[in-house]
């Protein structure tokens, strides 16, 4: 395994002895280290803020998702207790939930509230 002592390895040998003990640049070297180590220091006390915020915001991420899903449960129960489908007379008031204007019945925003992908994507967690 170890190299046969030659001329050359005695040199090489030599060469690392000085840089260990005597390169001009030991102290600037050390220095260096000793500044990358703080700055270590520093990024990881960083790091850590940084996933305690983040851990707060996924708890409020989450109780989002949770009333998310709530809301949507109870649309979905507005929607089957109406049980009827909007539909419009010719000056377009819808005749199944109380004349309201078409784009303002509150049956046609909650079904189209249901369709928005968020909504879903809170329905497949749920269903998890
Ligand atoms: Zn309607």
């Not at 260990?20 to 000793?34: D, G, K, T, V, W």
């Not at 850590?48 to 979905?76: N, P, Q, Y």
């Not at 377009?92 to 369709?115: D, R, S």
Request: charged share 40%; glycine share 4%.
């Amino acid at each position: 395994m170890d190299k046969p002592m030659t001329d050359e390895r005695l040199d090489e040998l030599e060469m690392i002895r000085m840089w260990n003990f005597n390169h001009p640049q030991r102290m600037e070297l050390i220095a260096e280290i000793r500044r990358l180590r703080e700055e270590l220091e520093r990024s990881e006390k960083e790091r850590d803020r940084f996933c305690d915020k983040l851990h707060i915001k996924m708890d409020e991420h989450r109780e989002i998702e949770r009333k998310l899903a709530e809301a949507r449960e109870l649309f979905e129960e507005v929607v089957d207790y109406v049980d009827e489908k909007c539909w419009y007379d010719h000056h377009g008031y819808c005749q199944a939930h109380g004349l309201q204007p078409k784009g303002e019945c509150f049956v046609e925003l909650i079904v189209a509230w249901l369709k928005n992908p968020a909504v879903q994507a809170a329905k497949e967690q749920g269903d998890e």
